[in-house]
């Protein structure tokens, strides 16, 4: 048991020397802002996403540009037509070769053929409308990485107040836990002296402990808001920032901001219904014939690597798979659903997104009101909290009166810079919405 004791008292130390070891790094809003667009996983992943929409649409040239391929042949055979048609493409047939005996039953023929062959599109509707519908898509991608960037502007606004946040929190109750070890030095002192009761010194014990378990949990909150900017900016060092600035109220008119159909992420869904359409068009010219040029040359010996005779082929092909079952009316009848659920889902996200933006609104003008009230009221508090400890020095006050003014003093302090932190989280939210 005293070895647990130890271990524990040994774990217990370690840790303390940890976290009063742990680097403090000042950071600016800029600098996080900066590492973030350089850095931060949710920007690759999406860039990489516009990579891969780039690289299908690339693709799409196949429709005007030729297939080429060659290819390099050798057999050995006794098959009459085969052994035939080599001599043939050889042009080494002679009169003997007609023989009927020669003809019925050859002996063994080598030949070695090079081809080279070209395919060229020329009337492909279908193709042309796939096309369209893959640069959609890849622009439609490109506008999903502008607005992911936007939205990390957002976060990192949003994370870098929570620090400034957090670090008020710390230096508020740092003050309260001051001001509570000096009241309990006065408590003790008028406990010695017959002023106070036993349960008075208590409570004001209680009072210390309370704020040492709320400072104790701010600090902890500065730690998650500085990991939570080292996820932003994908660094694995996971030290604590402190920001170069303090939290304090930024200014902002919220007249006259609309929802932009400009916006990066509302024309990217209006890209995607192109698409969508483009898709459905290209099913619909699916039954339309298709009309592609060919050529081949060709080189034939029977030895290998060898090319004495040669010869060419061109031409073109008009085909129409005129029937496929109801395959091909099914997959346009699909592709017609899926284009007018994308118009139904623009509509929608449009609409959701001025539902949005509305409430943001009620959320900023609540933000601005409940900052004058919690700033009159900070102000009437810290007053009380002064009379109060005056008055308890003098001995004309009670402890759970001081107890209660500087509770609540601590309280409205804290009220009055998360007011703030929502007051500017409701304009930057507003910005977000309204950005084009």
């Known amino acids: 048991m005293r070895k647990i004791s130890n271990i524990c008292v040994i774990l217990f130390l370690f840790n303390?020397?940890?976290?009063?070891?742990?680097?403090?790094?000042?950071?600016?809003?800029?600098?996080?802002?900066?590492?973030?667009?350089?850095d931060n996983i949710s920007i690759k992943i999406s860039e990489e996403e516009f990579n891969q929409a780039r690289a299908d649409y690339r693709q799409t040239n196949?429709?005007?540009?030729?297939?080429?391929?060659?290819?390099?042949?050798?057999?050995a055979t006794t098959n009459p037509l085969m052994a035939f048609g080599s001599k043939l493409n050889q042009e080494i047939l002679t009169q003997n070769d007609f023989n009927p005996a020669l003809l019925n039953d050859p002996s063994q023929i080598e030949n070695y053929a090079t081809k080279f062959e070209i395919q060229q599109p020329l009337i492909n509707l279908d193709g042309i409308y796939q096309r369209k519908a893959a640069k959609s898509k890849m622009e439609a991608m490109s506008l999903k990485t502008e607005r992911t960037q936007d939205y990390l502007v957002f976060e990192v606004e949003k994370a870098y107040m929570q620090l400034q946040l957090a670090y008020k929190a710390v230096a508020v109750l740092e003050k309260a836990l001051k001001a509570a070890n000096d009241n309990k030095k006065l408590a003790d002192n008028s406990f010695k002296q017959g002023y106070l009761q036993r349960a008075d010194v208590l409570n004001v014990e209680v009072r210390v402990t309370e704020v040492q378990n709320q400072l104790q949990t701010a600090k902890s909150n500065v730690q998650n808001a500085s990991n939570y900017l080292s996820f932003l900016m994908n660094d694995e060092n996971y030290v604590v920032y402190t920001p170069s600035d303090e939290l304090t109220v930024a200014t902002f008119t919220v007249e006259d901001k609309t929802i932009s159909e400009n916006r990066s992420d509302i024309k990217a869904m209006q890209l995607a219904s192109n698409a969508y359409e483009a898709m459905n068009k290209a099913d619909k010219m699916a039954f339309l014939p298709r009309l592609n040029a060919f050529g081949s040359y060709e080189l034939y010996d029977d030895q290998i690597f060898q090319g004495d005779a040669n010869g060419y082929l061109i031409g073109a092909q008009l085909s129409w798979d005129i029937f496929q079952g109801s395959k091909r009316f099914g997959k346009e009848q699909k592709s017609k659903a899926e284009f007018e659920k994308s118009k139904l889902e623009y509509k929608q996200y449009v609409s959701q997104s001025n539902l949005e933006l509305n409430k943001a609104k009620r959320a900023f003008l609540d933000a601005e009101n409940k900052l004058k009230l919690t700033s009159l009221a900070l102000q009437q508090s810290e007053e009380s909290l002064r009379i109060r400890t005056n008055r308890f020095k003098e001995g004309?006050?009670?402890?759970?009166?001081l107890l209660i003014a500087e509770t609540q003093y601590a309280q409205k302090q804290l009220e009055y810079y998360q007011t703030i932190f929502e007051y500017n989280y409701a304009q930057a939210y507003l910005q977000f919405l309204t950005k084009e």
């Open 396 to 401: 004309l006050e009670k402890t759970s009166d």
């Open 62 to 75: 196949a429709v005007f540009l030729p297939n080429i391929t060659a290819s390099y042949t050798g057999i």
């Open 16 to 38: 303390v020397h940890h976290a009063a070891s742990q680097e403090l790094v000042p950071i600016t809003k800029t600098e996080v802002l900066s590492k973030v667009s350089e």
